[in-house]
């Protein structure tokens, strides 16, 4: 019965372990969108691909028109990892590449007009410029005060449970 607890606990610590690794926040885009000076028709699907692979994609729902500006806003959404911020994304209608690229970043919401022009594939780079650097702010000098991690918190409450439930059943 021991072993029993002793494996159920380590399967819940390494499903805890897991849980801490958050992911970058996704890069969206939103904006107007032409071939050769006319508006893209409404049902046209977009893609972003990075080197190829596609990240992410959206259909228009109006002409000329890809995604909103309202937070709940269909957006064309790039779900990336780390290992892809700073790499070069572009986008694409069937087999015709729009003129902007952008640098990835994680966590931004971009106004981005694609224009898909014969010649101009590829050559506007509509990244965002990063804020400058605004300074860090005085803090007052103390001691810092600590917490405990999440995990931890919670793989002790864990085994304080089992270790609850195990003297329950021998009593």
């Known amino acids: 019965m021991k072993v029993t607890y002793g494996i159920l606990i380590l399967c819940l610590a ?4 897991g849980a ?3 992911p970058p926040l996704p890069y969206e885009f939103y904006g107007t969108c032409t071939i050769d000076d006319e508006p893209v028709p409404a049902g046209t699907e977009i ?3 990075l080197d190829g ?10 002409a000329g028109r890809y995604g ?3 937070t709940f806003d269909k957006r064309l959404v790039v779900n990336t990892g780390e290992d892809t911020i700073g790499k070069t994304l572009d ?14 970043q994680a966590g ?14 590829g050559t506007i780079d509509a990244s965002l410029t990063p804020q400058p650097d605004m300074g860090t702010p005085e803090l007052p000098i103390g001691p810092i005060p600590t917490k405990a991690p999440l ?5 002790l409450s864990l085994l304080g449970a089992a270790l609850l439930v195990g003297l329950a059943r021998r009593s």
Do not use: H, P
């Open 14 to 17: 390494g499903v805890v372990t």
């Open 20 to 22: 801490m690794a958050v």
């Open 47 to 49: 893609v972003a691909k």
């Open 53 to 62: 692979t596609v990240l992410g994609t959206i259909t228009t729902a109006e």
């Open 68 to 70: 909103d500006t309202g």
């Open 91 to 104: 986008f694409w209608i069937g087999d015709r590449q729009a003129a902007q690229t952008v640098t990835l």
């Open 108 to 121: 931004e919401s971009q106004e981005l007009n694609l224009l898909f022009e014969e010649g101009l594939e």
């Open 151 to 155: 995990g931890g918190v919670i793989l």
